[in-house]
C-alpha cells in the first residue's frame, strides 16, 4: 500500500539542529515532488519546504520564509526518500513534521493524497 513513514523528531536545543527522514513506499516515488508540513499545537498546519521530482533537470526547492536559509530539503530517488535537514533551529519550529505526496496516482482512477503519522520536533532549553 502507499505510505509515508517519517523519523529523526526528538528534543533538541535552540540553535540545534535534526535532519528528519520520509521513506516512501507503494508508488512511483521519482515522479512526484514531496513536501514537508509541520503542525503546532493550536496553529494550522503549515508548508515548510517543497522538492519537485527532478526527473530530468534536477530537482528545484521551495521553503516556508520562516525556515528559509536554516533548513534543507533533498530526496534521494533510488532511496525513496525525502529528508529534511533543519539547523539553526528555533523554539518556534516546534512542531509536529509530517511529509507528503500530492494526489499520487494508484490505480486507474484514483488519486491519493498521501501523509506520514508525522515526526515530533520539540526545540526547548
Known amino acids: 500500500q502507499v505510505q509515508l513513514v517519517e523519523s529523526g523528531g526528538g528534543l533538541v536545543q535552540p540553535g540545534g539542529s535534526l535532519r528528519l527522514s520520509c521513506a516512501a513506499s507503494g508508488f512511483t516515488f521519482s515522479s512526484y515532488a514531496m513536501n514537508w508540513y509541520r503542525q503546532a499545537p493550536g496553529k494550522e498546519r503549515e508548508l515548510v519546504a517543497r522538492?519537485?521530482?527532478?526527473?530530468?533537470?534536477?530537482?528545484?526547492?521551495n521553503y516556508a520564509d520562516s525556515v528559509k536559509g536554516r533548513f534543507t530539503i533533498s530526496r534521494d530517488n533510488a532511496e525513496k526518500t525525502v529528508y529534511l535537514q533543519m539547523t539553526a533551529l528555533k523554539p518556534e519550529d516546534t512542531a509536529v513534521y509530517y511529509c507528503?505526496?500530492?494526489?499520487?496516482?494508484?490505480?486507474?482512477?484514483?488519486?491519493?493524497?498521501?501523509w506520514g503519522r508525522g515526526t515530533l520536533v520539540t526545540v526547548s532549553s
Open positions: 507528503n505526496a500530492h494526489n499520487v496516482v494508484v490505480g486507474n482512477n484514483r488519486y491519493l493524497e498521501v
Open positions: 522538492i519537485t521530482s527532478g526527473a530530468s533537470a534536477g530537482s528545484s526547492t
